[in-house]
């Protein structure tokens, strides 16, 4: 399966350009601006579909807050597009403070590096629809043995779909994807499964210069037990669902977005404090 996904992305990072003429686009509404700086998730993953070359550097803060826990972190990322069709994305993601009861911790979380591929792309001068690929693989630069953890301990690898369309004023996308982690020293962190719905709408703009949209996002985690040193974790796993709005505004080097979700619905396994919040925000540059 690994190897079917590297040759799939080898094949988009070295496809030739089309040989019949894109697509352009009007410049109005959520196309004001090149596709790097149209709306994106903010708390989904992927659908990081880029012009070939273009590089942008962002940085996530995020904050998830519950009873007697509270999880501030720092992510800073790069994406860099081999071609219009396939993308690169590294994440550092730097734990601030993860606090659960009286144990507190802090430091370097798994590193993530990310592969994207268009599956499917059909384009009119006012509407995209888009089918990508996204693949990636953490690498344990965290630790699964702080109280709490900062990591897997272990690589983990992620495979998923996203789906898109877009026109002029709106934005629509789901996505899912699975989390297969492994084991270390007996011990691994349960496998996950996402999914994410979401709807954005454009507020205003002024082509060529900025644009500015709302959007709301519906996201699901399902998380199967812990095993630590062979022992299965009564008290982990569950599922979480969160909803929210987030504000989006860009131009044609800046994106500024900020968003709260509420935690909708819970269900966790064993003896587990609940959350209460995700609190994010996306600051990117476009060089």
Known sequence: MI?????????????????KPQVEQVHVGNFALPASQQPGPLVGFGQNIIDKGDVQFFVYPDQLKGKQKNFIEVA??????????CSLFIEQSVA????????TSHGLE??????????????????????????????????????????FGAPSFFIGFTASHTQLDWYLFTAYAGII?????NSKFGNQFLYQ??????????????LFNWMVELDGIYRQRNKFRGVIDADSGGNIVLLG???????????????????????LFGLQTKDSYFLAADVGWKF
């Open 96 to 103: 601030a403070k993860f606090k659960v009861g009286p144990f």
């Open 110 to 151: 798994d590193l993530l590096i990310q592969l994207e591929g268009l599956l499917y792309s059909h384009e009119t001068i006012d509407k995209v629809n888009a089918l990508t690929l996204v693949a990636n693989i953490t690498l344990p630069t965290g630790s699964a043995f702080k109280v709490p953890p900062t990591g």
């Open 181 to 185: 982690t492994t084991q270390h020293k």
């Open 245 to 267: 709005p987030s504000l989006w505004f860009s131009t044609q080097r800046l994106i500024l977005q900020l968003g709260i979700s509420a935690v909708v619905s819970e269900h």
């Open 76 to 85: 800073p990322s790069l994406l860099y597009a081999f071609s219009d069709k």
């Open 197 to 210: 719905y979401g709807l954005s709408k454009n507020i205003c703009y002024k082509a060529d210069k900025w």
């Open 3 to 19: 190897i079917i996904v590297l040759l799939f992305f080898i094949m988009c990072c070295n496809a030739r350009e089309n040989t």
